[in-house]
């Protein structure tokens, strides 16, 4: 496995971890306030996953797709993360193999729109969910669910090994 795809496998895992974690909370904990990020666990799990698909879409040259108004479930959130987790990891594996990571692409919401490398906004995706992954770690913590995903990649690769021996 290349780092590439441990990275993108873990980001998937551990956001997706995280997300069935806060399953434990009551709708009045998914929006209790916090002083940082997104402000609540419903709203940061949106977030990262709205980036993943802006930034996918952006990328691959279509128009970002629409999101949704007003508070989202959180399986609306794991639908979502179900969808573009693997259309994240085949369009950065595929521009990978075409040696592409440092070819440019034109990011129509920047003002001006600004020309980025595939690579750089791979990479971005990847450390923009970790830093607000490390926020809600915090909010589920604060909220009392027992043993938080701490989101290593270290055990994310030890649960994908375990998982690959145990298959027939």
Known sequence: MNLLDRLLGHDVWTTGRLLAQARAL????????????????????EHIVDNMETWTDLMSGVPPREQPGGPVTLDEVAQGLNVVGPQL????????????????????????????????????????????RAQLIHMLRALGVPHVEEGGVLGWEAQVADHSRAAP
């Open 26 to 45: 009551s709708e009045e904990q998914l929006d209790q306030p916090f002083e940082l990020g997104w402000r609540t666990v419903r709203a940061t799990l």
């Open 89 to 132: 990891a085949a369009f950065a594996r595929r521009m990978q193999a075409e040696g592409r990571l440092d070819d440019t692409w034109v990011d129509v919401l920047d003002v001006p729109p600004r020309r980025k490398t595939y690579g750089g906004g791979i990479a971005h995706v990847i450390t923009h969910s970790m830093h607000h």
